[in-house]
């Protein structure tokens, strides 16, 4: 069983940056994929970004596509969310997740099995 932790969120103001970290273990095989997810109060959660691990390649939905972007270093078993230009409307719980197979076709369209527990990210205007 993976285990994940997310660290790095914070308040910080419109129009700033933030970079999530997301520590996972059980996932390294080339065929996983970790993704990222937020969920806003009273809102439904949605997935924003999605890592191939063997390749490297990402996926982003059109909500954050051009302002966030994920990278990795798997020395260090990271995975990582970076956040540009932030919003008010970016101010949610954010939480990566993982799974080791079902994302070959569309990462974002997988069934993630492990989840960290979660990081709050406010953005003030």
């Known amino acids: 069983q993976g285990r994940l932790v997310e660290s790095g969120g914070g308040s910080v103001e419109a129009g700033g940056s933030l970079k999530l970290s997301c520590t996972v273990s059980?996932?390294?095989?080339?065929?996983?994929?970790v993704a990222w997810f937020r969920q806003a109060p009273g809102k439904e959660r949605e997935e924003i970004g999605c890592?191939?691990?063997?390749?490297?390649?990402?996926l982003f939905s059109e909500s954050v596509e051009g302002q966030f972007d994920i990278s990795s270093n798997a020395a260090k078993n990271e995975v990582y969310l970076e956040m540009s230009f932030l919003k008010s409307q970016d101010t949610a719980a954010y939480y990566c997740?993982?799974?080791?197979?079902?994302?070959?076709?569309?990462?974002?369209?997988?069934?993630?099995?492990?989840w960290g527990q979660g990081t709050q990210v406010t953005v003030s205007s």
């Open positions: 997740a993982a799974t080791k197979s079902g994302c070959v076709r569309n990462c974002l369209r997988a069934e993630y099995q492990s």
């Open positions: 059980g996932y390294s095989d080339s065929n996983s994929c």
């Open positions: 890592l191939y691990v063997g390749s490297g390649n990402t």
